[in-house]
């Protein structure tokens, strides 16, 4: 009996890692890995710290404030926002103060709370985390119900977007969710991004150029819709444009406005969307086969001008009633210059103008592309502000503002420079959960955000989830005021270039209007 055991003991311990180890050897001679093929044993334990290595990194390695997309403090702040509604810190800021940047420009007398121009009347129903327990290895915390204000900007201050439409978009808030368009993320992240975004007030959700889900339109939220060179969910059977479907949509209540995607800052070459996200579902909607994989043009076939794009833009106001805006990416000022002197010329104006920074976001571009094309959002949306000024045009167009606008105090420069309103992609993806795994491509989101699977998107419940949307949103808010008080105005509609300064590597410190002062050409807004 002994002996038996012995030997089955053995076989465990020692023949079966023998087996394992020998089944890795022949297993090494398959593929084509020249390291693995060379040195078997080593190669695969490298090849298992190099799939490691981001994570790893992520957690313990990378330092707050370095890598991208977001930094480690960025990332944190975001999620304090939307759970704790709070982003206080202690000890001080791990900016490295020493480098060059933009920075706020205080007053010594700010103003007081009770000094705000903000719409506080109001208390809605709210509810965010507390903390019970928090370990080595678990966070006990619960949802705690309250009530909050939602720091609106005041009636008169509300921002108008196509004043001379038939039904003009009125937004009372400057901050809302990028263009996500359904396929890239799930149902799940379109319901709580839009719940959260109708009970926060004055903010908005983009459909992105996926078109319009039913889940859109559910969530009771001010929806931009955003229309693609793929022309997904306007377009007919042969795939040309279908005013016919725009009309349709034209007449949903909560569509606010259309969004016509000339660029995007990561990828000037036209949406992707892998085959595995294309269910059926999203395939309808898009009036594409199922499971195959999408790349859109890189531009509207039939709008080949500024000239043809704003015929195009007119249509559209006309034929919908409501604001048609478009969306650009900036690669140089001087590139302005046609679609500014075409909009006079034909005396033809898009409602407002999205400008996507280069540092933007994406489900799936090219490394190329998404490190170098296209000006970072600041020297982009100097630009066409400043065009805008020049030809005169500015009190006829809104300017909203993308890339990497996070937090109040990004959004306050923004504001600066001359955006009326911002938006945000990853913001709300981070609020609604997202670790910044880095598989939006593969539609094996872990946290359920850039996923249509449903087993994946279980990570992400929309009743829990829609609490943070809203939380982040109204903190957001929240910090934008107190900026405006300690810069001594009373709303951030008044932030100008004043009140951004610029501190170079040499220590010098200029106005951003001492760089870049507004042109004379009209006054303010």
């Known amino acids: 009996m002994l002996i038996t055991i012995l030997i089955i003991l053995l076989i465990v311990f020692i023949g079966g890692p023998l087996c394992f180890f020998f089944w890795l050897r022949n297993l090494a001679k398959k593929p084509q ?5 060379a040195y078997p044993y080593f190669g695969w334990i490298r090849y298992v710290l190099e799939m490691m290595g981001p994570k790893l990194r992520q957690y313990w390695f990378d330092s707050d404030n370095g890598t991208g997309p977001f930094s480690r403090a960025d990332y944190l702040g975001i999620v304090f926002s939307a759970k704790y509604r709070s982003d206080l810190l202690s000890f001080g800021s791990k900016r ?51 009530e909050i204000t939602r720091w609106l ?49 004055g903010s908005w959700i983009n459909t992105g150029e996926g078109g319009v889900a039913p889940e859109h339109l559910e969530s009771g939220a001010d929806v931009v819709s955003q229309i693609g060179p793929g022309l997904f ?24 406005a259309f969004e016509l995607k000339f660029g995007q800052g990561a990828k000037i070459r036209g949406g992707h969307l892998e085959g595995a996200k294309v269910t ?3 395939a309808r909607i898009r009036k594409v086969r199922e499971g195959q994989t999408i790349n859109s043009p890189n531009r509207f076939s039939f709008l080949r001008n500024a000239a043809e794009a ?52 994406t489900g799936a571009t090219f490394k190329s592309m998404a490190d170098s094309m296209g000006l970072p959002l600041y020297p982009a949306l100097i630009a066409v502000v400043d ?10 167009v809104k300017i909203f503002a993308s890339g990497k606008l996070i937090s109040a105090d990004k959004i306050a420069i923004a504001l600066g420079i001359g955006a009326d309103a911002v938006n945000s992609a990853r913001g709300f993806m981070i609020a609604n959960g997202c670790i910044m795994a880095l598989q939006c491509h593969t539609g094996k989101c ?5 996923t249509t699977d449903p087993k994946h998107q279980e990570a992400l419940v929309p009743e829990e989830k829609k609490w943070r949307v809203m939380n982040y949103i109204i903190n957001v808010r929240q910090g934008l005021f107190a900026l405006a008080a300690a810069c001594g105005i009373d709303t951030p509609k008044k932030f100008t270039r004043d009140h951004i300064v610029f501190k170079a590597s040499d220590g010098q410190v200029k106005r951003l209007s001492e760089f870049f002062p507004l042109p004379e050409s009209e006054n303010l807004r």
């Open 310 to 361: 704003l015929q195009f833009i007119k249509t559209l106001q006309e034929e919908g009633g409501k604001p048609v805006g478009m969306k650009i990416v900036v690669g140089h000022h001087s590139k302005l210059d046609e679609l500014f002197e075409t909009m006079n010329r034909l005396q033809i104006y898009p409602d407002f103008i999205t400008v996507d920074g280069g540092e933007g976001g």
């Open 446 to 450: 872990p946290a359920g955000v850039t």
């Open 387 to 396: 065009k805008a000024y020049v030809y005169g045009v500015r009190r006829k």
């Open 33 to 37: 890995h020249s390291i693995i093929r």
């Open 280 to 282: 059926a579902k999203v």
């Open 233 to 256: 969910g306007y377009r007919d059977a042969e795939g040309r444009f279908s005013l016919a479907e725009f009309k349709t949509k034209a007449a949903e209540p909560m569509i606010k």
């Open 96 to 146: 490295d103060f020493e480098q060059p940047g933009y920075f706020i420009a205080n007053e010594i007398f700010p103003l007081l709370n009770d000094e705000l121009k903000v719409d506080n009347q109001e208390k809605v129903h709210a509810m965010k985390y507390k903390i019970d327990h928090e370990g080595l290895f678990t966070r006990r915390e619960h949802l705690e119900e309250d």
């Open 153 to 201: 900007f005041h009636e008169e201050d509300t921002i108008v977007v196509g004043r001379d439409r038939r039904e003009p978009w009125r937004l009372r808030g400057p901050f809302g969710a990028s263009a996500t368009s359904y396929g890239s993320v799930g149902e799940h992240y379109i319901l709580s991004t839009g719940h959260g975004s109708r009970m926060a007030g």
